[in-house]
């Protein structure tokens, strides 16, 4: 739903986006509780093998 409230604000030019951020993180697989937090960084204290 608000993905097609996202689509009418944009195709109705409400809303112009100054940039798009699309971030992908990649790690070992044998890495566990990796996320990333609201400034996109790792919480390191987190991670455990």
Known sequence: MLRE?????????VVLPLFHLRQ???FHT???SVS????GWVDYK???F
């Open 46 to 48: 987190d991670i455990w």
């Open 24 to 26: 992908i993180s990649i």
């Open 5 to 13: 409230i996202e689509q009418l604000l944009l195709q109705e030019y």
């Open 36 to 39: 990333l937090n609201a400034m």
């Open 30 to 32: 044998s890495l566990k």
